[in-house]
C-alpha cells in the first residue's frame, strides 16, 4: 500500500510565507500527477496546483503568482511554497498522488494524504 505525509503546515500572518511538503512511500513503481487540494471550513475541497511526472504545472486562479509547486521525484516528495498569504488562505490543505504500484497492471490510482492546516491570521 501507500502513504503519503504532508508536513510544514501551521500558523502564519497575513502577507507571510509558508511552505508544506508531502512524502509518499510505500509499494510505489511510479508516480504520475502530483497535487495540492485544500478545504476550508463549510466549503468543498478545491485544486490548489497540480504537477506532472516532467513537471508541467498547473494552478488554480485564486494563487496564480503567489504559490509554486515543485517536486523530487528521486525522493516521491512534493512541494507547495505559499507566498503573500491571505485569511481566505486559511484551509486544511491535502496532497494527492497518482501512483502505480507493484503488481497493479501499470494502471494507476490516486492516494490521499492526512491533511495539514494552514491559518492565516489578519
Known amino acids: 500500500q501507500v502513504q503519503l505525509v504532508e508536513s510544514g503546515g501551521g500558523l502564519v500572518q497575513a502577507g507571510g510565507s509558508l511552505s508544506v511538503s508531502c512524502a509518499a512511500s510505500g509499494n510505489i513503481f511510479s508516480i504520475n500527477a502530483m497535487g495540492w487540494y485544500r478545504q476550508a471550513p463549510g466549503n468543498q475541497r478545491e485544486l490548489v496546483a497540480t504537477i506532472t511526472s516532467g513537471r508541467v504545472t498547473n494552478y488554480a486562479d485564486s494563487v496564480k503568482g503567489r504559490f509554486t509547486i515543485s517536486r523530487d521525484n528521486a525522493k516521491n516528495t512534493v512541494y507547495l511554497q505559499m507566498n503573500s498569504l491571505k485569511p481566505e488562505d486559511t484551509a486544511v490543505y491535502y496532497c494527492?498522488?497518482?501512483?502505480?504500484?507493484?503488481?497493479?497492471?501499470?494502471?494507476?490510482?490516486?492516494?490521499w494524504g492526512q491533511g495539514t492546516q494552514v491559518t492565516v491570521s489578519s
Open positions: 494527492n498522488a497518482d501512483v502505480v504500484t507493484a503488481g497493479s497492471g501499470n494502471r494507476p490510482r490516486g492516494y
